[in-house]
């Protein structure tokens, strides 16, 4: 996997998966990771409770998680001024472009940015 494309999955990808509300699992051919920002929004769910808590944990022990840098901080306000996204999806999407990585969120405003390669994944009905 070590030559494995990497993978960015936005907040809301983690919520359904943790949820069981994918309709298939994730695709095995990329490197996972997720941005600072994910894991904080993850994390100060309001009246996130004691076993839910416990398995975001889980799941961030298993991936990686990517730092703020200088050059995703430039992006970020790039793509914010740009776009007029709300800033973390600007610096989650700032995270994937400065990455050179796919991004799997199903948040329709960030398929406008001509900068990612998102992509979605099917729900559950």
């Not at 990517?66 to 700032?94: C, F, G, H």
């Amino acid at each position: 996997m070590k030559d494995s494309p990497l993978c960015i999955l936005d907040t809301n990808i983690v919520l359904y998966l943790l949820g069981g509300k994918l309709a298939q699992p994730l695709p095995e051919n990329f490197v996972y990771a997720v941005s600072f920002i994910t894991e904080m929004e993850l994390l100060s769910y309001p009246n996130l409770d004691e076993n839910s808590e416990r398995e975001i944990n889980e799941f961030l022990s298993d991936i990686l998680v990517l730092d703020l840098t200088k050059e995703i901080k430039i992006q970020a306000i790039s793509l914010r001024q740009k776009y007029n996204i709300k800033l973390p999806d600007a610096i989650i999407s700032a995270t994937a472009v400065t990455n050179t990585a796919t991004l799997l969120s199903n948040d329709k405003k960030l398929k406008t940015i001509i900068e990612l390669k998102p992509e979605t994944l099917a729900l559950l009905d």
